[in-house]
């Protein structure tokens, strides 16, 4: 009888000795998943992934004051957008600013004043705080923006020389007539000033 319940109970511990290194072998894949898993959660947390996304001032600003068909965006007044040129944003911690980039266009304005023997010649340089596809657009419209700029000019009558913001005005008109036809041909103008880099009247 003693001899029947020793050889069950060998049984029993025979039976339980196989299931014991599987049991461990689950719990320690188990273990190593969760560590893994927590490990994985706990550095996505750390580095901010679950953080919100913070609004791009880039968009923001260029939703609120762009160039285009309004003078101040595209048709729709988003820059960035569409295909559309965007604002280069500068490196800087206090405040969101923009990088001007400038393009000096080769040639030089030569026409003759309005209703006079004087000829006015002129080299010009465009700037924008837009991306290089304005300035890209610029030099790919090269001869229609010519006849533009040479007919804003042409209308210079030789009295206006002499008002202390001549050039001041000429500049804007030039800047207004080229965004004018960048918007005409691209839907987008972008330049944002114009700069005269030779300015000569006889």
Request: net charge negative; charged share 30%; aromatic share 8%.
């Given at each position: ?47 901010g992934f679950f953080n919100p996304k913070p609004v791009d001032p880039e968009h923001a600003e260029a939703a609120a004051d762009g ?45 003759n004043l309005s209703g006079s023997k004087k000829v006015m010649s002129v080299q010009l340089a465009v700037m924008t705080h837009y ?72």
């Amino acid at each position: 009888m003693a001899e029947a319940a020793a050889e069950e109970v060998a049984a029993e511990e025979g039976e339980k000795k196989p299931k014991s290194p599987i049991v461990l072998i689950i719990v320690g894949v188990v273990g190593l998943l969760v560590l893994l898993v927590s490990t994985v959660a706990g550095t996505l947390f750390l580095t901010g992934f679950f953080n919100p996304k913070p609004v791009d001032p880039e968009h923001a600003e260029a939703a609120a004051d762009g160039h285009g068909k309004d003078g101040k965006g595209g048709k729709d007044g988003k820059d960035g957008k569409d295909g559309k040129p965007g604002k280069k944003a500068k490196d800087s911690p206090e405040l969101t600013r923009f990088e001007y980039t400038y393009m000096q266009i080769e040639r030089e304005f030569l026409v003759n004043l309005s209703g006079s023997k004087k000829v006015m010649s002129v080299q010009l340089a465009v700037m924008t705080h837009y991306d290089e596809r304005v300035f890209e657009n610029v030099k790919k419209h090269e001869f229609a923006l010519r006849s533009a700029i040479m007919d804003v000019m042409r209308q210079t009558q030789e009295a206006e020389l002499t008002k202390p913001d001549f050039r001041k005005e000429l500049a804007g008109k030039i800047r207004d007539a080229i965004n004018t036809m960048l918007e005409k041909y691209e839907d987008f103008g972008g330049i944002e000033d114009v700069y005269f880099t030779n300015f000569i009247v006889q």
